[in-house]
């Protein structure tokens, strides 16, 4: 077995292992978790990659906590509300194709229990239907289940604004340009329950916010997204350890 790749936790990166190393963890863990994200905008200030690189992150953390397999992170998400601003993006068939062929392909590997981390609001109208779609396609003992990490916190969550700066500040700050950081440059007025209809249609969020930025990412700081992924992390090991 190559040094560094078995934890003591029994968290095992996919990326750089090999199939004896697979083999090898396999009799000590059969959980698999998958990080999904999405490449689209997140203002001046912070990287396309913001989703997927919290995502990966806390699915690391996660597994080091309860154990498991970590898969790469699927960077590819439902980001059609961002346009014309830099969205990547997959139609919600396409997507949940994908996440279902790697469950299946996870399954015949004898994976018993599939755990998929969401970073991407847009990808959640997908992923509740994953279950539905794997109906009949899996061994009876295999079972997916999908965690959106924003639901860990007790803050309100934005998208670049303090909670993600302050999470992207934590994670790789290398990558943050608080120069370039700005609010929302319209007035947020109307309910929650509006917004949420409206940030369906494609090309909606940048009329809603005028710049992408949904929350005043001014006010982020390392120290506010270590905090919250600590309480984000416990509450991601809990959940995990509920559906096992």
Known sequence: MRPGVLLHTMSVPVFGMSEHDFRGALKKTRRAIIPVGSLEQHGNHLPVSTDSLIAEYLARLAAEQVGGFVLPVISYGVS???????????????????????????????????????????NMGALQ????????????DVRVHTIHYWHMMKSEFDHAGEVETSLV??????????????????????????????????????????????????TATAAKGKKWIKEITAGLAKTITELA
């Open 80 to 122: 059609f509300e961002h346009k014309p601003m830099f969205n990547v993006s997959l139609r919600n068939s396409t997507f949940s194709t994908m996440i279902c062929d790697a469950c299946v392909s996870l399954a015949e590997n004898w994976l018993k229990e599939i755990i998929i981390i969401n970073g991407h609001h847009g």
């Open 129 to 140: 239907y994953i279950a539905q779609e794997l109906h009949g396609k899996l061994r009876r």
């Open 169 to 218: 500040l934590a994670i790789a700050p290398e990558l943050v340009r608080m120069d370039r950081a700005v609010p929302n440059s319209r007035k947020l007025s109307k309910s929650k329950a509006a917004y949420s209809s409206m940030t369906n249609s494609p090309g909606s969020f940048p009329k809603i916010t005028g710049n992408g930025v949904w929350g005043d990412p001014r």
